[in-house]
């Protein structure tokens, strides 16, 4: 993955952004630098899958720090590899990625492999199950009712202000639409969902459709779409 600046510096520039809100204790800043390749690795593979200039040119995945959007996807990845390196500083970062961004990814809550997102403020990605392509906007909430967490398929696009709560199973290659409120419901594969539960308006649209949507989104929406057809993950 190119970058901007090196590894260690991005580094440098999250422990220096830590010192004014969250520090680390020494014992904290000893063994960053597993969790750090990691998360580096999985940005490179998650910004290739996408297809808009700011993340991929001549082939080759990029990474700039003061890329808002990317920053927030890799302090979350960082977050999430240290949490799973069992590291005592995954709240810190989670919690400077909150004060930085207003965006909130919790480091325990498993992401996709591949995922975007767009002026993602005042959104929220709580305890659910995620599929690869998932695309995110602002003021977005997924999260629980009671005991009970969304299932998300494939190619997912929630629109800015759209909520996914409870016992929902959203299909693969979906659109909610903005300000949507899903509860506890089940929307098959191929719909556009608009309203609210109980009274929403699920509308199909054909592959084409989808891919139209897609395009300057995902590196090659076509393939992606005949992939997911012929192995649907819900």
Known sequence: MKCN??????????????????????????????????????ASHCFSCCSNKYFVQNGESIFDPYHGGQYTIFLY?????????????ASKIYLLNRALHSVDLYHEVALPAIWRLDHPLGSVLGRATYSDYLSFAQGCTVGSIGSDYPR??????????????GKCVIGDCCIVA?????????????????????????????????SRHYEGIWKD????????????SI
Not at 77 to 89: G, I, M
Not at 221 to 227: G, R, S
């Open 221 to 232: 929406p076509d393939q992606l779409i005949e992939k997911i057809r012929s192995n649907p």
């Open 152 to 165: 998300l398929g494939k190619l997912i696009t929630l629109a800015p202000g759209s909520y996914v709560l």
């Open 178 to 210: 903005p300000r949507c409120m899903v509860k506890n419901e089940v929307i098959p594969p191929f719909s556009l969902v608009f309203g609210e539960s109980p009274h929403l308006i699920v509308k199909q649209r054909d592959a084409s459709y989808f």
């Open 5 to 42: 600046v090196s590894k260690e510096a991005v580094l440098d520039f999250i422990l220096r952004q830590l010192s004014f809100l969250y520090p680390l204790n020494n014992e904290e800043r000893e063994g960053l630098e597993p969790a750090l390749d990691d998360a580096w690795n999985r």
């Open 77 to 89: 990845l960082f977050s999430n590899s240290l949490h799973q390196h069992n590291h005592t500083a």
